[in-house]
């Protein structure tokens, strides 16, 4: 008997959103980052969990913090502000725009600095308080920012205690991230914890197919094919749309129907890379570690700095096109040999040591912002 692989389950939702308050700051913040090509949300196996929890009665994340985790750009905000918006319809709260209060962690730190600075903090702590559901986006923003922190907790202990729904992001799990007091993370992960992905799979290819038809740009299912396969696994639903952008303005540009060099034109564009400045990796990597640059491009061979130096190489030639010889000499005027044996350690360490590999993530992170 033939057993067929069964075709992957894609499912599709609307998405609700919560009206925010106009006038404020964050509310544009939020709007601008949720707003998405698609009005619906596609997943396949690689969000089951999201989907499921986006779809289910709203009352399972009303009394615990829900955290949604993932990578830039995978969604996050727009399923955050989803369940916020089902949660305030649930509360009989829909047309209510102050029923979702929507802070970015960033934003927060910074009205708490002002708050203080001005001595007046209960404002700031009474909208946090009060609010029916509560929006902390990119928490991992926070990190370093010890005050706001410790503020944050003890507003979270607050709704937790009165049973008021919260709802974070980040791109890692709190207790992950560096700089990120142990209060504050054990605060968001006593709830819900939903990871977020990428879309991958049939997943991906449906919301290409989705996004050339939003565009009127006829795609056959062999184009489609064509430039799943060309474009990078690890990149978000924008990143989908603005290769099919990048097919539709080639066609518009030759007056041409859609075929295999228009699709390559895309994959080319989306492959393109401006190199990052070997300064910048620098400066990066030397602040997450407390050192000075100069120290980086040193003959130090203080080990912490060793570390850092290598761990900046290993980024010079991940995120450059410089030489193994450029890239020595630009760290204090190494040869190839001695930059290609600290690449290679740094990668083995990277599997073993989680803090190196923490600190990698942010470094990425800040180089790819």
């Not at 600075?117 to 929006?135: F, G």
């Amino acid at each position: 008997m033939n057993l067929s692989p069964a075709t992957p389950k894609i499912e599709t939702f609307p998405l609700e959103r919560p009206l925010l308050r106009q006038r404020s700051r964050d509310a544009k913040l939020a709007r601008s980052r949720a707003a998405a090509s698609l009005s619906f949300f596609i997943s396949g196996d690689e969000n089951r969990l999201a989907t499921y929890v986006a779809q289910s009665e709203p009352t399972i994340a009303m009394s615990q913090p829900v955290l949604l985790i993932g990578p830039a750009g995978c969604g996050k905000t727009t399923l955050a502000l989803h369940l916020a918006a089902r949660i305030a319809a649930t509360l009989s709260l829909g047309g209510d725009a102050t029923a979702v209060k929507y802070f970015s962690a960033s934003d927060f730190a910074r009205e708490y600095a002002e708050a203080v600075a001005a001595d007046d903090l209960p404002p700031l702590r009474e909208s946090l308080d009060d609010a029916a559901i509560l929006v902390i986006d990119d928490l991992d923003s926070i990190a370093g920012k010890l005050a706001a922190q410790d503020e944050l907790s003890i507003r979270i202990e607050r709704r937790i205690a009165a049973g008021k729904p919260t709802i974070f992001t980040s791109k890692r799990l709190p207790s992950e991230t560096r700089a990120i007091r142990p209060q504050l993370a054990s605060r968001c992960v006593i709830g819900l914890t939903i990871p977020i992905a990428y879309p991958t799979g049939e997943s991906r290819l449906t919301i290409l197919r989705e996004l050339a038809l939003l565009r009127g740009l006829e795609l056959s299912d062999d184009l489609i094919g064509l430039l799943d396969a060309g474009l990078r696994t690890d990149i978000s639903v924008l990143a989908l749309d603005s290769a099919i952008k990048q097919v539709d303005l080639y066609c518009r540009m030759n007056q041409s129907a859609a075929d295999v060099v228009a699709v390559q034109s895309a994959i080319n564009a989306a492959g393109q890379r401006s190199d990052i400045d070997l300064g910048k990796i620098t400066r990066i990597v030397a602040r997450i570690w407390g050192h000075r640059t100069k120290d980086l491009r040193s003959g130090s061979r203080k080990q912490s700095v060793v570390r850092a130096r290598s761990l900046a190489m290993l980024l010079a030639r991940q995120f450059t096109s410089s030489s193994l010889d450029k890239i020595g000499e630009y760290f204090g005027g190494r040869d190839h040999s001695t930059v290609l044996h600290a690449i290679r350690k740094t990668e083995t360490l990277l599997q073993q040591d989680a803090d190196l590999s923490r600190m990698m993530v942010e470094a990425t992170e800040k180089l790819a912002a």
